[in-house]
Each structure stands twice: as C-alpha cells, then as structure tokens.
C-alpha cells in the first residue's frame, strides 16, 4: 500500500458537505408556477436605489418589489389573498 493508498482512503471516509449531499428542492421563481414575469418601467435613480438596497440587503430586487406592492396594495384596501 503506497501512501497515497492511505489518503485516498482518508479522503473517501470523509462525508461529503452537507450542502453538497442534499440537492435544493426549491424552485426559482422562472420555473415556479406561482410566479410571473412582467416588466415595468422605472425612473433609472429609482433602480439604482432599488438595486443598491437589494445588494446591501442581500435580497433580489423582485423580492423588494413584491414586499412594496403588497403592502402598497393592503394600504389601498384592496383584498388580497397573501
């Protein structure tokens, strides 16, 4: 047995990371059939805030939007279902 029989032994003993061993079940939000795209169009200072938000947050941009219209909308009183 060489010694490289040794690690590579070792190295197969060790589990592997458990992010690795479990695959995501979590859809993106493209494939997610709850979800829509659309597009909107925004002043370009606006999307620069938005994005330096989402950024320094560590959120996407879409999830900032979809907390805003709700509670956008809940304050319009119109009847949601979130």
């Known amino acids: 047995m060489s010694r490289f029989d040794e690690l590579f032994n ?10 690795e061993q479990t695959k995501s079940t979590k859809l ?5 059939p709850n979800y829509i795209r659309t597009t909107v169009y925004l ?9 330096s938000v989402a950024v320094s947050d560590e959120q996407e941009m879409s999830q900032i939007v979809e907390e805003s219209l709700v509670q956008y ?10």
Not at 43 to 51: A, D, V
Not at 73 to 82: A, E, G, I
């Open 10 to 19: 070792a190295a197969k003993k060790v589990p592997a990371p458990e992010a």
């Open 28 to 32: 993106s939000k493209s494939k997610d």
């Open 43 to 51: 002043p370009k200072e606006l999307h620069r805030q938005l994005k």
């Open 73 to 82: 909308l809940k304050s319009r009183s119109t009847h949601l279902d979130v």
